[in-house]
């Protein structure tokens, strides 16, 4: 998979959620990048850490905080397996990131059924790639679960 493409960056959130998804953690995995590079990597790991707000995103906005030294994130992209819920909206609103780049809707939970414009105004978002098996991922997990 070539470099510096959506889907090169999609498909490394993709291997964060399988992370996740091995580790009995909700399969979302995230990504910010930063002129083509890869700053931060996250998953979620709320059982692991004890910490209901150890989404991927959050998890990811301090990784790539720290990296930066600085607080805003205005020329980086967020790319995450799963829309973001209200909660981490409004961390990257407060973060102030440049893009988000989401693969699967969440209908249930999803910043967009409670509060579409949380985020930040000059924020764009973009429905990107690999939406099938990002949903399927978290489909199998549940599945996994209620056995």
């Not at 949380?118 to 489909?139: A, D, N, W, Y």
Request: a neutral charge.
């Amino acid at each position: 998979m070539e470099l510096f493409t959506k889907e090169y960056y999609m498909n490394e959130a993709l291997k964060q959620a399988k992370i996740a998804f091995e580790e009995g953690e909700i399969p979302v995995g995230a990504v910010i990048v930063l002129k083509n590079r890869i700053i931060a990597r996250a998953y979620n790991q709320t059982e692991k850490l004890n910490d209901v707000t150890a989404h991927a995103e959050m998890l990811a906005i301090t990784s790539a905080a720290n990296y930066m030294g600085a607080k805003y994130l205005n020329d980086c992209k967020l790319y995450v397996t799963l829309e973001p819920c209200t909660m981490c909206a409004g961390a990257l609103f407060w973060s102030q990131i440049g893009e988000v780049h989401y693969a699967a809707q969440d209908e249930k939970r999803g910043y967009r059924k409670s509060n579409p414009e949380i985020l930040h105004p000059k924020t764009k978002v973009f429905q990107g790639p690999f939406r099938e098996e990002s949903e399927q991922l978290i489909l199998d997990f549940f599945k996994k679960l209620r056995k």
